[in-house]
């Protein structure tokens, strides 16, 4: 009965590296497809995925924000994207900002399968995003 036992534990160690190669090859071929939409004329702009928990959008903007070079006073109480006030909204400001000065490469806007890259202008009103 116990030599059952060391299989079993094989076969699910086994299970998750191939998982885990899957979604590895999967965002492999995400990146590239990014990086060929980035570097065909199109304007693309990083911004958070809204099912993202806080606390890991709030981790985005300390990264972000801590950047030489990355000024995030707009989503400051009183700048121009402070509103909404809401972690989603504080966080692509703050990622897209970071992804700019990263060089735009699709790497720069995975934070951790967080981030995204759209085709669209997430400015609104008085928030200009970057480009």
Same mark, same amino acid.
């Given at each position: 009965?116990?030599?059952?036992?060391?299989?079993?534990?094989?076969?699910?160690?086994?299970?998750?590296?191939?998982?885990?190669?899957?979604?590895?090859?999967?965002?492999?071929?995400?990146?590239?497809?990014?990086?060929?939409?980035?570097?065909?004329?199109?304007?693309?702009?990083?911004?958070?995925?809204?099912?993202?928990?806080?606390?890991?959008?709030?981790?985005?903007? $300390?990264?972000?924000?801590?950047?030489? !070079? @990355?000024?995030?006073?707009?989503?400051?109480?009183? /700048?121009? *994207?402070?509103? #909404?006030?809401?972690?989603?909204?504080?966080?692509?400001?703050?990622?897209?900002?970071?992804?700019?000065?990263?060089?735009?490469?699709?790497? $720069?806007?995975?934070?951790?399968?967080? !981030? @995204?890259?759209?085709?669209?202008?997430?400015?609104? /009103?008085? *928030?200009?995003? #970057?480009?």
């Amino acid at each position: 009965m116990d030599s059952a036992r060391p299989p079993l534990a094989f076969l699910s160690l086994a299970f998750a590296l191939l998982l885990s190669c899957a979604v590895c090859v999967e965002s492999r071929y995400h990146g590239r497809n990014q990086y060929r939409m980035a570097n065909d004329g199109r304007r693309m702009w990083c911004i958070a995925k809204p099912s993202t928990e806080a606390g890991t959008l709030f981790r985005n903007i $300390d990264f972000s924000c801590g950047q030489s !070079g @990355v000024d995030c006073t707009p989503i400051q109480p009183g /700048g121009s *994207c402070f509103n #909404p006030d809401t972690p989603v909204s504080h966080a692509s400001y703050a990622m897209n900002l970071f992804y700019k000065f990263a060089g735009k490469h699709p790497w $720069d806007c995975n934070f951790n399968g967080t !981030g @995204v890259t759209v085709p669209q202008n997430p400015s609104f /009103g008085t *928030c200009i995003y #970057p480009l």
